[in-house]
Every structure is written in structure tokens, then in C-alpha cells.
């Protein structure tokens, strides 16, 4: 079975800062995918950042960027330079049918 | 907009009532799937269909019936709802490319209430 962790289920940051949120994950296919999403309260699903996993090089998108560890199976997501607007639910997936961790709440104070 | 449009947003049905969520997709997409949301679960799928004429279970079947009218439309049946289905339900579509990867697009969701 195919599995996503987030052990986070809460992270706080000040603007302006950076904040780093976990996942891990567990899969016995050889070639998958990773994606970060993004939900505001509006509930809309924005997709963030998504990684290859035969790519070695991590996936950056402005502010967001990756770290991607595939031997220890790791795909923590860096936000730089916090906003307001980051506040959010994040939630890491992956593979060919997408499965989901179960999220961590992010929110950026003043 | 192209995009994942799902119809309706909010709904409340009694204890053994039916009723069919329609999702469409305008970007020619191959692939949709249906997702619930619960509180500290996550998405979890219910089912899915890879392309147009196909459709295979996913997580949480149970409860659910789905049918792919045509490549653009793909829609959740409950039968005889249940409190236990009181849920977010998400569409999504995705273009299927076997070189690339394609993120998937997400319709705004249905809040279901199951009374």
C-alpha cells in the first residue's frame, strides 16, 4: 500500500520567515510523482510544487522549493519569505493515483 | 474559466435519500477521480476513472456508485446516504502523458451534509 505522512498536523511562522514542513512517504513504484497543495479556507486545491521522482534536482517555484530525499523516502517542502496569503492547509502526495497525507495547518502571523 | 466545474456546492439530504454529484471538465483532460475530505483525514479517494469508459475503486468505495459519461463528465451517485457520508467531496481531472507528470486540477468542491 502506498502511503503519505505529514506529522505535523500545526506550524506557526512570523512573516517574512521560513518555514519547512515535513512528509514522507512509502511506495514500492519505481517512477511516481510528488505534488504539494495548497487549501485556503476558500477550500479551493491550489497545486504549490510538484517533483519527479527520477529527477535528482529539486523542484523550486518562487517562494516554494523542495528538498526530495528519495532514499529515505523524505519530500519536505521550504516556504521563503512567509505572507499572510501562505496561511493554509498544506497537504504533500504523490504517485499515479494521488494519495494524501493528512495535512499540516500553516499560519502566518504578523 | 476552463477548469473542474462541480454542481452543487452544498447540499443537505435525509438519512436514506439519493442523489448524484456532476462533475465536468473542459481541458480535455483523460483522467478524473472523486476525493472526500473529512477533518484530520485528508483527501481520500473514492473512485476513479484513467480514461473515458473505464472506472476502478478507489479508498472508500463503499457507498458509492460512479458512472464516465463521456470524457468530459464524470459523476458520484449516493444511493441511500448516510451520516457517515457527510463530507468535502472533491472532483479532480488530469492529463494523462506517459513522459510527463501533470498536476491535478480540483473543482471547488460539494459540502454534503447527511441529516
Known amino acids: 500500500a502506498q502511503t503519505v505522512t505529514q506529522s505535523q498536523p500545526e506550524m506557526s511562522v512570523q512573516e517574512a520567515e521560513t518555514v519547512t514542513l515535513s512528509c514522507t512517504y512509502d511506495t514500492s513504484e519505481n517512477n511516481y510523482y510528488l505534488f504539494w497543495y495548497k487549501q485556503p479556507p476558500s477550500r479551493q486545491m491550489i497545486l504549490v510544487i510538484r517533483?519527479?521522482?527520477?529527477?535528482?534536482q529539486n523542484a523550486t517555484e518562487n517562494r516554494f522549493s523542495v528538498n526530495f530525499q528519495k532514499a529515505a523516502k523524505s519530500f519536505s517542502l521550504k516556504i521563503s519569505d512567509s505572507q499572510l496569503g501562505d496561511t493554509a492547509m498544506y497537504f504533500c502526495a504523490g504517485y499515479s493515483t494521488l494519495t494524501f497525507g493528512k495535512g499540516t495547518m500553516l499560519l502566518v502571523s504578523p | 474559466n476552463a477548469g473542474v466545474t462541480q454542481t452543487p456546492k452544498f447540499q443537505v439530504l435525509k438519512t436514506g435519500q439519493s442523489m448524484t454529484l456532476q462533475c465536468a471538465q473542459d481541458?480535455?483532460?483523460?483522467?478524473m477521480y472523486w476525493y472526500r475530505q473529512d477533518p484530520g483525514m485528508g483527501l481520500r479517494l473514492i473512485y476513479y476513472?484513467?480514461?473515458?469508459?473505464?472506472?476502478d475503486k478507489g479508498e472508500v468505495p463503499n457507498g458509492y456508485n460512479v458512472s464516465r459519461l463521456n470524457k468530459r463528465e464524470f459523476s458520484l451517485r449516493l444511493e441511500s446516504a448516510a451520516p457517515s457520508q457527510t463530507s468535502v467531496y472533491f472532483c479532480a481531472s488530469r492529463k494523462s502523458d506517459l513522459f510527463k507528470s501533470y498536476g491535478y486540477t480540483f473543482g471547488s468542491g460539494t459540502r454534503l451534509t447527511v441529516v
Open positions: 517533483q519527479e521522482a527520477y529527477k535528482q
Open positions: 476513472s484513467a480514461s473515458e469508459g473505464t472506472t
Open positions: 481541458m480535455n483532460h483523460n483522467s
